[in-house]
């Protein structure tokens, strides 16, 4: 039996609570996860069974959602998120990593923050929580893929302008983004000789430099020097064509350039289900691809699809592992 997962409760103002006790009540024992953070958030009538251990959580979670409750210093308002509260939001990620650090989870999954609040309640200093996990690990590098049935996609570069992505897209960068992808599709999904398809920076990968010369001058030399090491590495492809359903037969995972090069087929063919995974922490970590909804927070109407998703992405890789 493996350890619980962790799930951070996010920013409580957004729909955070109220999946997380629906998901509670789609997956019950059969995915025992504990929701860190206030339990008097949860949505009223929620079954909560404070734990003081989380090795409390497989016997609690058939009757119960477990939590490892939390004082939040302000009231929470649905739709309105108080920087006040941006510490305690910020500390539950934190004792979400020394759970699953110690082994005392066996991964951790992160409900959506609101980052302007963190900002203005703890000077955060991180674009988001994948900066933030690379920190509290160690890690100078990681990368975020959105994952679901259907495809497996990793932007090389993630929440920068497309101005800046020409600069930003380094030899190093791409060789490490490759390296660290099929290190966690052979540890996390149990891939053990992973294909990775690798798409091009400009429109038909640069059509022969009439269209860029980065697929000449350094992508596609960088592919073919690339010291393979028991995976399958293919392109600069035209990102036009990759994401098809034949063409995603023939890959485990596609590197795109750029955010939305990778995001938008993914969220096209699967929007519901996506769930982001960090790659390169030395723990499991995902996340519903999605925000804290705060227009729809408090309204009983928020899908828990992706949060599912994500929590039972993560029990399977950490069986994988």
């Known amino acids: 039996m493996i350890a619980p997962i962790a799930l951070s409760c996010g920013d409580p103002a957004g729909i955070g609570p109220e999946i997380a006790a629906k998901a509670w009540d789609a997956l019950r024992d059969s995915c025992p996860f504990v929701y860190l953070g206030d339990a008097t958030h949860l949505p009223q009538g929620t079954p909560v069974a404070r734990l003081t251990d989380l090795s409390q959580a497989?016997?609690?979670?058939?009757?119960?959602l477990p939590v490892l409750h939390r004082d939040f210093p302000a009231p929470n308002v649905s739709g309105q998120p108080a920087p006040a509260n941006a510490p305690a939001v910020i500390a539950a990620i934190e004792q979400g990593v020394r759970l699953v650090q110690s082994g005392a989870a066996s991964a951790l999954c992160t409900a959506p923050i609101n980052k302007k609040a963190l900002i203005d309640g703890a000077d955060f200093a991180y674009p988001g929580h994948t900066e933030f996990l690379a920190a509290l690990a160690g890690r100078d590098r990681v990368v975020m893929m959105l994952a679901s049935d259907?495809?497996?996609?990793?932007?090389?570069?993630?929440?920068?302008?497309?101005?800046?992505?020409p600069t930003a897209l380094t030899p190093d960068l791409l060789r490490d983004t490759i390296a660290i992808t099929a290190h966690g599709l052979r540890t996390q999904f149990g891939i053990a000789h992973p294909r990775i398809a690798i798409a091009g920076l400009n429109p038909h990968a640069g059509e022969g430099g009439k269209m860029g010369t980065e697929e000449l001058d350094w992508i596609a030399p960088l592919l073919a020097d690339l010291n393979p090491e028991g995976y399958t590495v293919t392109g600069p492809h035209p990102a036009d064509t990759m994401f098809h359903a034949a063409a995603r037969a023939r890959y485990d995972a596609a590197i795109a350039m750029y955010h939305d090069q990778a995001l938008i087929p993914i969220k096209t063919l699967d929007f519901d289900r996506g769930v982001n995974v960090t790659l390169g922490l030395p723990f499991i970590r995902t996340s519903p691809d999605h925000g804290t909804a705060l227009d729809i927070?408090?309204?009983?109407?928020?899908?828990?699809?992706?949060?599912?998703?994500?929590?039972?992405?993560a029990q399977t890789m950490a069986q994988s592992r």
């Open 58 to 64: 497989h016997s609690a979670s058939a009757t119960a």
């Open 297 to 313: 927070a408090g309204q009983n109407i928020a899908t828990p699809t992706s949060l599912i998703e994500a929590l039972k992405l």
């Open 150 to 165: 259907q495809l497996r996609v990793v932007p090389a570069t993630i929440h920068i302008p497309l101005s800046e992505v």
